[in-house]
């Protein structure tokens, strides 16, 4: 059973730029959480997913910032217009179901917004 | 004030010591996790507590609802175990974390 996968593993895009970062789940998981680490600082919140649904959006940034979780495929974060603040590690997590169940952690995708 | 606070921030210590690090959390939670990141950056999930004790292996996480505080133990610490430890305590439907403890396990 393979693990929670992201790719790419780094990504470099110039200011104005859109960023894709993909994620899929552990298999049987239909819940996704994206996570955001900018440097030196700890681990942010961003978005709960379950399939098809945005459950909690609470921590995105409301401007260029998106998240999807289709029926078929991976979760996507999509960033628009990609500024260097946006620079940082972008984590998702998955679950098998809401609740208090452990989530399982990709290895991450490291953008660098030159 | 953190809703999450994690204590000691960095934490240097000598091979086979028992090593303590504290979360305290001042939101209601459904579930308290604690979490391993390596210095590559990737982040394994060490425990999942909502009440009580955990163990596994050398490790053991403990949880007290009521004073709203936790502890990671690390019996006979090991420079394997170097790395960053986080606590990070599950809502709803969020997640808050700590800043976490930067460990440093000496040979």
């Known amino acids: 059973n393979a693990g929670v996968m992201q790719n790419p593993r780094h990504l470099v895009r110039r200011r104005g730029q859109e960023a894709r970062l993909r994620c899929s789940p552990m298999k049987g998981h239909s819940h996704v959480y994206w996570y955001r680490q900018l440097p030196e600082e700890g681990l942010k919140f ?35 217009q990609v500024v260097r603040g946006d620079s940082a590690a972008y984590f998702c997590a998955s679950s098998p179901e809401w609740g208090p169940y452990e989530q399982y952690f990709g290895p991450g995708t490291r953008l660098t917004v030159t | 004030k953190n809703e999450v606070e994690q204590s000691p921030q960095n934490l240097t210590a000598q091979e086979g010591e028992f090593i303590t690090i504290n979360c305290s ?20 999930s060490l425990f999942m507590l909502s009440s009580g004790k955990k163990k596994h292996g050398r490790l053991i996480a403990t949880i007290n609802i009521q004073e709203k505080h936790s502890s990671l133990h690390i019996t006979a610490s090991h420079p394997r175990d170097s790395a960053v430890y986080i606590c990070a305590v599950k809502g709803r439907d969020d997640m808050r974390f700590g800043a976490g403890t930067r460990l440093t396990v000496k040979p």
């Not at chain 1, 459950?55 to 409301?62: L, N, R, T, V």
């Not at chain 2, 959390?25 to 394994?44: D, K, R």
């Open chain 1, 46 to 80: 961003m978005v709960y997913l379950q399939k098809e649904n945005i459950i909690d959006e609470s921590g995105m940034p409301k401007e260029r910032f998106s998240a999807e979780f289709p029926k078929e495929g991976p979760s996507i974060l999509r960033i628009q």
């Open chain 2, 25 to 44: 959390y001042s939101v209601g939670i459904s579930a308290l996790h604690w979490l391993q990141q390596h210095p590559g950056g990737g982040i394994v």
